[in-house]
T-cell receptor
Framework: GAVVSQHPSRVICKSGTSVKIECRSL??????MFWYRQFPKQSLMLMAT?????????EQGVEKDKFLINHASLTLSTLTVTSAHPEDSSFYIC????????????FGEGSRLTVL | SQQGEEDPQALSIQEGENATMNCSYK?????LQWYRQNSGRGLVHLIL?????REKHSGRLRVTLDTSKKSSSLLITASRAADTASYFC??????????FGKGTRLSVIA
């Protein structure tokens, strides 16, 4: 089945540094990828929609300068958390929609960010 | 914005019992999907039911959809300890991102 690889799975960084998270679709092309954020015991909150070759579409309340998204190819999207602060600590999950899919999204395993 | 709302928020049952989770939503949909998430892991797609379908089965899973009531249910029969996880419903309005509910945390006690 389709696989979405997310890296790194865990990252700890100091406050003020930037962290990049990669999301790759391994065996299909994804024109659209989505980035979600999940707090403990909470649901997934959509942060942004990443379209290959164009600017990401951010949800209301999500700072685009804080969470930089790049979708340079049909198999790779990156999320960079810039100048991270402790309140940015969270579980970030990406998902990708297969170009030929009828609706199913494939999810990465998630990246747990801890900002000290 | 959140659309799906699952209930109960938490469910604890004995192994072998059936587990039923419900999901309600607010706007029209193309399909509704159920996902499972083990603690600290990504989501796993379980089943998709389209707006013109009323019931769907997959192994021990049975999903119903009532578009007039804007609700869906997920039934897991003969539950196992390994079914312990959080279960989310997500609505798909078309060429849009999925909108997830808050989830039901299922605990199956051996």
């Amino acid at each position: 089945g389709a696989v979405v690889s997310q890296h790194p799975s865990r990252v700890i960084c100091k406050s003020g540094t930037s962290v990049k998270i990669e999301c790759r679709s391994l065996d299909f092309q994804a024109t659209t990828m989505f980035w979600y954020r999940q707090f403990p015991k909470q649901s997934l909150m959509l942060m942004a929609t990443s379209n290959e070759g164009s600017k990401a579409t951010y949800e209301q309340g999500v700072e685009k300068d804080k969470f930089l998204i790049n979708h340079a190819s049909l198999t790779l999207s990156t999320l960079t958390v810039t100048s991270a602060h402790p309140e940015d600590s969270s579980f970030y999950i990406c998902s990708a929609r297969d170009r030929g899919s009828t609706g199913e999204l494939f999810f990465g395993e998630g990246s747990r960010l801890t900002v000290l | 914005s959140q659309q799906g709302e699952e209930d109960p928020q938490a469910l604890s049952i004995q192994e072998g019992e059936n587990a039923t989770m419900n999901c309600s939503y607010k706007t029209s949909i193309n399909n509704l999907q159920w996902y499972r998430q083990n603690s600290g892991r990504g989501l796993v797609h379980l089943i998709l039911i389209r707006s013109n379908e009323r019931e769907k089965h997959s192994g021990r899973l049975r999903v119903t959809l009532d578009t007039s009531k804007k609700s869906s249910s997920l039934l897991i029969t003969a539950s196992r300890a390994a079914d312990t996880a959080s279960y989310f419903c997500a609505t798909d309005g078309g060429n849009t991102p999925l909108v997830f509910g808050k989830g039901t945390r299922l605990s199956v006690i051996a």
